[in-house]
């Protein structure tokens, strides 16, 4: 047995890595299972930092699982201010009161007149009026639960006569259809799956002890005509979005089962110098209506970012390209204006509060000047360019007087080069032209918060279901990821959206414009809320 000492026992191979991960993949849940590889993936990042010197809890913390809060006020209160525990309760935000009743659009609204009067009658309080209808009505809202699918049978009447042995059946009703499945029931299970991570042998367990079976295999069979169904809307929504002004885009880590296997369809159109697979998020503004894509495989978000240019008119001008500054965000074919994104050089000093807190207060409070000013505009309703002038007027002195702080500080010998404070300067300003190209160009954001934010719906995939078995469902989950999160950023219900292609294939393949998210209610009737 191996002698225990220290940290020793940790340090392996990739090679003894992935035989511990195989010897523990039998033994544990899911769940647990994937929290055991990632901190595997963490142990050579955290062994490292502990040769590098001490490690405090705080470190440790922030390495595993992240920073709790980068508000400046908590990562580096300042010298004699009060604890944030002890600050005075701070009054609710909004939206955490009681639900309207209008904000229920999905519910069956049922519109119920008044039993002994109607408009126009007399008003049986005085009969001097008349009673007129008040443009707003009573609500009442009864919520009640019920499985995920449903089933409903039919049990048709038989009889036989005695004599001759003819058998009579009761006519189907109209309502039993022509299929066992509606097509509901795979728009149900898309949006479990892709849109809140419901792997499909979770729902199967849980239909199954509800007493409505439906089995993995058939879950996946009755995604498919859906996938079909809106393929001609994902291209559109591409096409749309190659010709956006501004395109965040961003990636994570994704598994695709299939390809560890040798000799499998995956496997054989793998490049093989790539060893990984990913999830690219870009988000687009097509005429004011957000559109979020994804694209999983070995590609890295540059890479696919470029592929969706490709679609891009001609006589367009360069977008924007924001996201963050690894080189394999940056495809050099895609002529692009390229931004990165502030928060990650903010994110940089954050790390470093508890062991520089001075000069760290000292740039974060500046940056959140900068952010400040950006609410303002966004508050004020300004447009573009009126925004610009504003960050020239007042974020511009903020950021020069920060520049010059810094590279007085690395220049001047105040800072160590290679400390942890010295490197995000450093890093700061290598990228300071693209992190500051809000402060010259039209319409550019300040960071890529969007995109990541975007990116955590393949995160909780990935969280739930741990991977994708084939690339032939990565990219059904491509899709309905992309159409799902397409529709929540646009206020649109997705199963009501979901359920409008499925039920109109053929006009949907005919003019897939007409049913992008945010023109689908002008070629299809919506649910009554009124």
């Known amino acids: 047995m191996k002698e225990v000492r220290g940290f020793e026992a940790l340090t392996m191979t990739e090679a003894e890595r992935t035989a511990f991960l195989e010897r523990v993949r039998g033994q544990v849940s899911l769940p647990d299972y994937g929290i055991i590889e990632g901190i595997s993936h963490a142990l050579p990042e955290i062994l490292t930092l502990i040769e590098q010197g001490p490690m405090t809890m705080r470190k440790l913390r922030h390495l595993l699982f992240g920073p709790k809060t980068e508000k400046t006020h908590r990562v580096c209160p300042a010298s004699g201010s009060p604890s944030p525990e002890s600050d005075s309760p701070k009054p609710k935000r909004k939206g955490h009161g009681r639900t309207k009743a209008t ?26 009026g008349a009673l007129r209808t008040q443009q707003s009505k009573a609500r009442i809202l009864r919520i009640t639960g019920s499985p995920p699918i449903s089933a409903t049978g039919y049990a048709m009447e038989r009889l036989r006569c005695d004599t001759c042995g003819q058998v009579f059946t009761a006519p189907t009703p109209a309502e039993a259809g022509t299929e066992k499945y509606d097509p509901s029931v795979g728009v149900t299970v898309a949006l479990l799956r892709y849109g809140s991570g419901m792997p499909h042998y979770r729902l199967a367990r849980l239909q199954k002890s509800l007493g409505v079976p439906l089995p993995e295999s058939t879950q996946w069979e009755l995604m498919q005509p859906l996938f079909q169904q809106a393929q001609p809307v994902w291209e559109e929504l591409i096409g749309q979005a190659a010709n956006a002004p501004l395109i965040h885009h961003d990636d ?3 598994r695709i089962l299939d390809r560890r296997q040798a000799g499998s369809a995956t496997a054989a159109q793998m490049n093989p110098q790539r060893k990984g697979t990913f999830t690219s998020n870009l988000l687009a503004e097509v005429e004011d209506h957000p559109v979020a894509l994804y694209f999983t495989g070995w590609q890295h978000a540059g890479e696919n970012l470029a592929a969706v240019l490709r679609h891009r008119s001609t006589d367009l001008e360069p977008p924007i390209q924001m996201c963050d500054a690894l080189s394999r ?7 692009t204006i390229l931004a990165h994104c502030l928060s990650h050089g903010r994110r940089e000093f954050v790390s470093l509060a508890e062991s520089f807190p001075s000069q760290c207060r000292h740039v974060l409070e500046s940056l959140g000047e900068v952010y400040g000013v950006d609410a303002q505009a966004k508050e004020q309703g300004m447009d573009p360019q009126q925004r610009l002038l504003h960050h020239q007027t ?3 002195p903020v950021m020069d007087q920060l520049q010059a702080w810094m590279q007085e500080q690395i220049n001047g010998k105040q800072v160590e080069p290679n400390s942890g ?5 450093a890093y700061l300003l290598k990228y300071w032209g693209p992190m500051t190209l809000f402060l010259r160009q039209t319409g550019a954001p300040l960071d890529n918060n969007r995109c990541e934010q975007a990116l955590k719906m393949a995160i909780l995939h990935r969280k739930n279901s741990l991977s994708y078995k084939t690339l032939k469902g990565a990219r059904n989950g491509d899709l309905f ?28 393949k005919l003019l897939p414009r007409a049913w992008l998210p945010w023109n689908y209610p002008a070629s299809a009737p919506t649910t009554d809320t009124s």
């Not at 965000?329 to 002529?335: C, E, G, T």
């Not at 397409?486 to 294939?505: I, K, S, W």
């Open 103 to 128: 904000a229920y659009t999905g519910a069956r609204w049922v519109q119920v007149s008044h039993p002994q009067v109607k408009p126009g009658d007399r008003c049986p309080h005085c009969p001097k």
């Open 481 to 508: 990821m992309s159409l799902i999160h397409t529709c929540r950023l646009n206020g649109v219900n997705p199963f009501d959206y979901l359920l409008a292609l499925a039920t109109h294939a053929e006009a949907v």
């Open 252 to 254: 994570t880590t994704m």
């Open 421 to 425: 404070l010295g490197e995000a300067m």
């Open 394 to 396: 007042h974020s511009q």
């Open 329 to 335: 965000n940056v495809s050099p074919p895609s002529p």
